[in-house]
């Protein structure tokens, strides 16, 4: 029996482990609909508590949530959100198509088969319009919902100045946060609708009002607007005075920070800074976000800092181009790497024309371009450490120069700029490479001589510091031994009596 009670204990036990073992169901994550409708809730309690916290919590949503809406999703957030009754309402839905008949049947008959099966309570509609900012927020969505369609861009820029007119009429420094991510769509849809130099003027007069209300997310936000509208069109002079006649706020965000860093980077690239470019693109790399969260920009970027990277004369580090992001989108950079490394200007100049169509969608063929003089630097490096002596002729075809003259000129430049080390025999047609120094000759005989030398002559001031004067320990026994008779002599004359306790002790 004991035995049988012992096995039963057993088996509760590990049925009590399998029950305690089975994970808990995960909540189903909100609806779009729900979400945006939680969003509105944070911006109300953003502006009662005057909390902007709440407010970019609700923005950092925004690039996960305009992937999942669409038309009944925003009917649905603004049935829900606004009362009956409401011109807010109807303004906004004005800007969306109705709403199917299948769709409103479905509706009808789900409501009627839920109130036959189980009479839910209804949820509360609205007495009130939410704030505002509630208003301008699910503007945005539907401008980014515009966005979606080709058919729909000229209205999305209607959209966006009637948005934009309204936002300035209100006048709320609580509407900053949302105001900046306006202007980002302002700007996408004057883009997409190919009309981007028409909205400069509305940039340059909405930063001009930012600056003097000494709104920084707006600020910055505009000034990259400016920037990125500048460069589309090539305009690198009036973007670098824009840089040097604006500051950009220093509390502005770290994508603001990130995409301002890589305009910079791409200025001072033109502008042959490549030192200023390349520190650039590394802030904006450090600063931009996760690479799977924002491909597109951290593709962009690491483009250009490849090719900066060559112009400064270093070779990329070849982990770079196996990043799972970047190994698709850097390959045709990879091939331009691997022939300004080998020197090979045929293979450069066939993976320049196989590319070409790549480098100028990205807008750095110009730059790489001026790879070809860093090709036949390399290539020449490489002939003087083969020869000895090589005729310009023979220069002209390994380089694939045009002509003798190209080739002493360019190998007159490099001796000059220290790449080789040779001289031109102008006469005779050929150059003379300077003679490699081995380890075995005079020269390293002596040069390890100087350094023999100094290490022995740092041993011995090494000894001569360590050395004590003369007789100096003698001294330190001798004061030890009279201490001691000391010592002794008063110990002597306290054990007869001749000495009071606090006579004559000194510093005992």
């Not at 979606?148 to 709320?172: A, C, G, P």
Request: charged content about 30%; overall charge neutral; some cysteine.
């Amino acid at each position: 029996m004991s035995d049988v009670k012992a096995t039963d204990k057993k088996e509760d036990k590990k049925d009590e482990k399998k029950d305690e073992k089975k994970p808990e169901p995960k909540p189903e994550p909100p609806t779009p609909t729900q979400e945006i409708k939680a969003n509105i809730a944070l911006i109300d309690r953003a502006i009662n508590d005057l909390e902007t916290r709440f407010t970019h919590r609700v923005l950092r949503s925004l690039t996960a949530l305009r992937k999942r809406i669409n038309d009944k999703v925003l009917r649905d957030a603004i049935e829900e959100n606004y009362p009956k009754d409401s011109a807010v309402k109807y303004s906004l839905l004005s800007w969306l198509p109705p709403a199917p008949l299948a769709e409103q049947s479905m509706e009808v008959d789900t409501t009627s088969e839920a109130n036959a099966t189980a009479p839910l309570p209804p949820s509360p509609k609205p007495t009130s319009d939410p704030v505002p900012e509630a208003e301008i927020y699910l503007r945005l969505l539907i401008i980014h919902h515009l966005h979606t369609s080709k058919d729909t861009y000229s209205k999305s820029i209607e959209l966006s100045h009637e948005t934009v007119d309204k936002m300035q009429s209100m006048n709320r420094r609580s509407m900053d946060p949302i105001a900046a991510k306006i202007w980002f769509a302002v700007e996408r849809s004057y883009e997409l609708g190919g009309e981007l130099a028409d909205a400069r003027p509305m940039f340059l007069a909405a930063q001009r009002t930012a600056s003097l209300r000494h709104d920084d997310d707006t600020q910055a936000s505009l000034i990259n607007r400016l920037l990125r509208g500048y460069l589309h069109y090539n305009l690198y002079d009036q973007a670098d005075k824009l840089v040097s006649k604006t500051t950009f706020p220093a509390s502005a965000s770290n994508p603001q920070y990130a995409r301002y860093h890589y305009f910079l980077g791409r200025i001072k690239a033109v502008q042959l800074n490549y030192t200023a470019a390349h520190t650039n693109l590394q802030q904006a790399i450090r600063r931009a976000p996760a690479a799977k969260t924002a491909p597109g920009f951290y593709q962009a970027v690491h483009k250009l800092f490849v090719i900066v990277e060559l112009l400064m004369g270093d070779i990329p580090d070849r982990g770079l181009f196996r990043h799972p992001v970047l190994e698709k989108a850097l390959s045709a950079y990879f091939d331009i790497v691997k022939s300004v490394r080998t020197g090979s200007l045929s293979e450069f100049q066939t993976t320049l024309n196989k590319h070409a169509a790549q480098f100028e969608a990205d807008k750095t063929y110009t730059l790489i371009v001026r790879l070809r003089q860093n090709v036949i630097k390399t290539g020449i490096r490489r002939l003087s450490l083969s020869y000895s002596r090589i005729s310009l002729r023979d220069i002209c075809l390994k380089l694939h120069l045009d002509s003798e003259e190209d080739a002493e000129y360019i190998v007159g430049k490099a001796i000059r700029d220290g790449v080789i080390e040779g001289r031109i025999v102008h006469e005779k047609g050929w150059m003379e490479c300077g003679s490699q120094k081995d380890g075995y000759g005079p020269e390293a005989s002596e040069v390890f001589g100087r350094r023999i030398g100094y290490c022995l002559d740092l041993h011995n001031e090494s000894v001569k510091a360590m050395r004590y004067p003369l007789n100096a320990h003698r001294k330190e026994l001798a004061a030890a031994q009279d201490a001691r008779e000391r010592e002794k002599e008063l110990a002597k004359e306290i054990q007869e009596g001749d000495l009071d306790d606090d006579e004559g002790l000194g510093d005992y």
